[in-house]
């Protein structure tokens, strides 16, 4: 036996940084779920840097996916073979692993999409970034505010026997219908659970406007986690729900299927290697006064070499690498 | 009298050159950037359309520049662009800019009006004058806009990525240093050839998404983000159904072949909507069932955010994706600059029409 062959798939989202480590058989050996706290770089560097530790001896890295907002940055600095959308690489992870989905419900910390598929094919799709009531970051707030533990969110929602009723249109009239509630007595399972329920419907309101929504349903993103969202989508979908067993990873794992099938076909990895990310990686931004646009153009350097360039439209300084 | 007027997309060009061959100085208003957008939001209402605070920022830019009278076109519809040139009036007074307005509405709403506004404008010039400029501004209209549906075509096929586009800017630059009818021809003519020449990529069939929605959204690239050139730049062959050259024929030339041929889209739309309410949503119904019968991959609906019309719209137009078999996608936009989650989304939406495409092979394409 030669060396084993591993590929890396790196999610850089708003909230958190997920990167995983699997083989071509697509066994997860590594799962790295941080926070990303704003600064991208430092905590992708750092915890690569954890990682490259952990991994087995005779193994290299065959392939990179990058995926998630901060898919560029992540892509810049390791060097990715593959840069894809999170619709893409989630989409990719349900039908990989469960190749009978048909309906794909993520929700993120700041954005939550809903993923269509036919046939082993992404036909259709649905995200939402604007609409803060429908992401894991308000769950967080609000569970912080009632003092409960995330984790204990679901637990304690299902142990609720009559659900109050939350307005979920809005993160604003929620939360205010949560402390007129809070304030008139009422249990707080039962409004935990009201709030799952305002959650799940703004959703289905929301994301999942006009979409067909048949069985197999897959839930993956962090909030998959929470019982009580898994149960509300069930009674109000009234169908199974699946949570894949990596689904705070999926996005991850489906960046790292599609640097696999790119690798496949290029046979030689860009990967930079965990040696360079030793270096240091400047970022820096400008404004550009070549027109009146002042497109702010961000510039990626590792000591003095600049490694990429983004954010001008007309693509003068992206082409003047 | 120092004209001015709103942006929208390179309806400036034309408009310039009209108004210079009627011998009325002009100063068509800075290109829109963050700066217009952050001098009409500053003093436009916070709940209104963004297309009104762009509007507003030109505005402010173009007086500061030296203009004194703004010329827009209005609309009596259920739509708010009727109420534009009212409030905007209003808020650049309150701002202590001494400015006139004048709006021209539909003959049928105000005849008088009109032609009173009309007079104004045309400061005493005879009929003479005014149809002269308007028989030499009427072809630029339309070149303008074939120049730009030909970098459409190549910036999808193009073999060096932004070979297009460099062109394209280098127009833009141009135009500014260049007064009259005839120079603004001239130009035209010489970047259309200069485009025909960029390289294609050999052998490459792009997929066709076909753009619709609120007029300014669609034609204003700012306000898009750039919509036409993110795909574009993704190898994909766009088309929108409003253009100004299309505004200018249906509504202003007697265009009676194209005028019918847009009857008859319209009247494909009507058993999803039977009547106008207001802005373009009845076109944005009836072209995407064009759309699809020309047999294009995907559609997507541009709007600003909280616009009537397109809301109503967008409502439907689940209904048509689904009878007519076309995935459609809605892109909403606000007075966001920041354009990763549009990105990601033109992105997502492109990969999927591919993956549909490899799964359909064979399927007729209508080419033109």
Known sequence: MGECELYLGIDVGSVSTNIIVMDKNLNVLEKNYIRTQGRPIQILKESLMELSSNLPLRSTIAGVGCTGSGRELAGAIVGADVVKNEITAHGMAAITFLPDTSTVIEIGGQDSKMIIIRNGIITDFAMNTVCAAGTGSFLDRQASRLNIPISEFGELAEASKAPVRIAGRCAVFAESDMVHKQQMGYEVEDIVKGLCIALVRNYLNNVGKGKEILPRVVFQGGVAANRGIKNAFEDMLGTEITVPEHYDVMGALGAAILAREETKKSKITKFRGFERLKDDFISTSFECNGCPNMCEIVEIKIGNQIVARWGDRCGKWAEAQ | ?368
């Open chain 2, 1 to 368: 009298m120092v004209l001015t007027f709103p942006h929208m997309g390179q309806m400036y060009i034309p408009a310039k050159a009209f108004f210079e061959e009627m011998g009325i100085e002009t100063i068509p208003p800075p290109p829109v950037t963050k700066k217009t957008l952050e001098l009409g939001t500053k003093y436009s209402p916070e709940l209104v359309c963004l297309p009104f605070k762009i509007n507003l920022g030109n505005y402010i830019e173009s007086i500061e520049k030296g203009a004194d009278t703004i010329v827009i076109t209005g609309s009596c519809g259920p739509c708010r662009f009727g109420l534009y040139g009212i409030v905007q009036v209003e808020i650049l007074r309150e701002l202590g800019y001494d400015v006139d307005m004048l709006i021209l509405d539909p003959p049928r709403e105000d005849y008088p009006k009109l032609m009173e506004n009309l007079k104004k404008l045309g400061e005493g010039k005879d009929f003479k004058t005014v149809s002269r400029a308007a028989r030499k501004a009427a072809p630029i209209v339309i070149m303008c806009d074939k120049l730009y549906e030909l970098a459409v075509y190549k910036r999808a096929r193009e073999k060096t990525k932004g070979d297009t586009d460099r062109i394209l800017n280098e127009f833009e630059a141009a135009t500014e240093k260049i007064h009259g009818a005839d120079g603004i021809a001239k130009l035209l003519k010489q970047y259309k050839e200069e485009l025909k020449q960029v390289p294609e990529k050999k052998g490459y069939k792009p997929i066709y998404i076909g753009l619709v929605g609120e007029i300014y959204t669609l034609i204003e690239p700012y306000v898009n983000l750039n919509i036409e050139q993110k795909l574009g730049l993704l190898g994909v062959h766009v088309d929108r159904n409003m253009r100004v050259d299309w505004w200018v024929r249906t509504h202003l030339l007697p265009d009676i072949p194209l005028r019918i041929k847009e009857k008859i889209i319209l009247r494909r739309g009507q058993p999803y909507l039977g009547m106008c309410i207001g802005g373009h949503a009845r076109q944005t119904i009836a072209h995407s069932i064009d759309y699809a019968r020309k047999g294009y991959d995907g559609i997507i609906q541009v709007m600003p955010f909280a616009c009537m019309p397109e809301v109503v719209a967008q409502s439907i137009l689940p209904s048509v994706s689904k009878d007519k078999g076309i995935p459609i996608m809605t892109f909403t936009v606000d007075e966001l600059t920041g354009d990763g989650g549009y990105n990601t989304r033109l992105e997502a939406f492109v990969d999927t029409i591919k993956q549909r495409k490899r799964k359909d092979k064979g399927r007729k394409r209508y080419n033109g």
